[in-house]
T-cell receptor
């Protein structure tokens, strides 16, 4: 089945620990995105990438890092510098960023819920 | 800065009634607009994408309209069913030099009562 796979579904982080969230897509999409969802605040963009080896900061990038070494993979690392990491994290992809039309339609994974313990 | 608002935040209707969900945005220079459905604890499912050149898009019982000049989009769900209970989110898609950006509304939580 084509789609976006996020793992793990649930993740627990201790204070001062870095953790990495996985996002893999087999849709052959160029663009990938990471969003954070908090109750009452909607979805906010953390990072996005439109091609391999290139990525841009979103609105709330502080305390996060990403890599895009392969077209199908866009892992997100939540570092110890992120002071309030407990949230629901969503990965998305779209076919062709910047070309308009149906290529801008975004598809999402099932999310990873991160909790600080 | 683009702001997207969805009112009401929650809506409860009896089964069979038509649903009307509203989305407003402050900057009409959007490229496209997308509607999503989210079930509790799950990711987002794409429902409809309306391109800026279109005024509406239809899929089954769903119909979405777009009026860029007034900064509004409306999602209509005909003959609602209990399975339509979910949170519905709209997102405006902006074109950046570095790609696309989706800006989301806060969502409308819908409950369809049997």
């Amino acid at each position: 089945d084509g789609g976006i796979t996020q793992s793990p579904k649930y993740l627990f982080r201790k204070e001062g620990q870095n953790v990495t969230l996985s996002c893999e897509q087999n849709l052959n999409h160029d663009a990938m995105y990471w969003y954070r969802q908090d109750p009452g605040q909607g979805l906010r963009l953390i990072y996005y990438s439109q091609i391999v080896n290139d990525f841009q900061k979103g609105d709330i990038a502080e305390g996060y890092s990403v890599s895009r070494e392969k077209k199908e993979s866009f892992p997100l690392t939540v570092t110890s510098a992120q002071k309030n990491p407990t949230a629901f994290y969503l990965c998305a992809s779209s076919l062709h960023p910047g070309t308009g039309g149906e290529g801008t339609e975004a598809f999402f994974g099932q999310g990873t819920r991160l909790t600080v313990v | 800065k683009q702001e997207v608002t969805q009112i009401p935040a929650a809506l409860s209707v009896p089964e069979g009634e038509n649903l009307v969900l509203n989305c407003s945005f402050t900057d009409s220079a959007i490229y496209n607009l997308q509607w999503f459905r989210q079930d509790p604890g799950k990711g987002l499912t794409s429902l409809l994408l309306i391109q800026s050149s279109q005024r509406e898009q239809t899929s089954g019982r769903l119909n979405a309209s777009l009026d860029k000049s007034s900064g509004r989009s409306t999602l209509y769900i005909a003959a609602s069913q209990p399975g339509d209970s979910a949170t519905y989110l709209c997102a405006v898609i902006l074109l950046w030099a570095a790609g696309n950006k989706l800006t989301f509304g806060g969502g409308t939580r819908v409950l369809v009562k049997p």
